[in-house]
């Protein structure tokens, strides 16, 4: 019984910092990752919304007005890079906000976008910072 109780003992001491780590992972999961490997990325391309674009190749000033409507309707905006067809997720710069209207109202447009390249599981997303 004595060696049943170190070993419950010892067991309990090794997982309480496991615990704690994995209790300091899950507070912080939704804090931005400045300083950790994001790097600043000045895009030229066009502001297209992610639906059309991809299911039926749509772009350009003649899709302005649709790509507009599907933005303001939550449709995700994509940012297509001129020369290499790269298709960037365009993200607001804060989370709990919406596309500010300087990104909505140039759907269709070429622009060049500076913002936060992230890079995960083979996808590009960039952050606006700014439209021009």
Do not use: F
Request: aromatic fraction near 4%; hydrophobic fraction near 35%.
């Amino acid at each position: 019984m004595k060696h049943l109780r170190r070993g419950m003992v010892a067991t309990l001491l090794l997982m309480s910092p496991v615990s704690v780590w994995a209790q300091g992972e899950h507070e912080h999961e939704h804090d931005h990752a400045h300083g950790k490997g994001v790097q600043e990325i000045t895009i030229k391309g066009e502001l297209v919304d992610s639906l059309c674009y991809v299911a039926m190749a749509a772009k350009g000033t003649g899709h302005k007005q649709c790509a507009i409507d599907c933005a303001k309707a939550g449709i995700p905006i994509s940012m297509l890079e001129d020369g290499t067809g790269k298709l960037y997720t365009v993200l607001p710069k804060e989370d709990k906000t919406g596309y500010p209207a300087s990104v909505i109202n140039k759907m269709g447009e070429t622009v060049t976008l500076k913002g936060d390249l992230y890079e995960t599981g083979g996808q590009r997303y960039v952050t606006v910072e700014s439209v021009e």
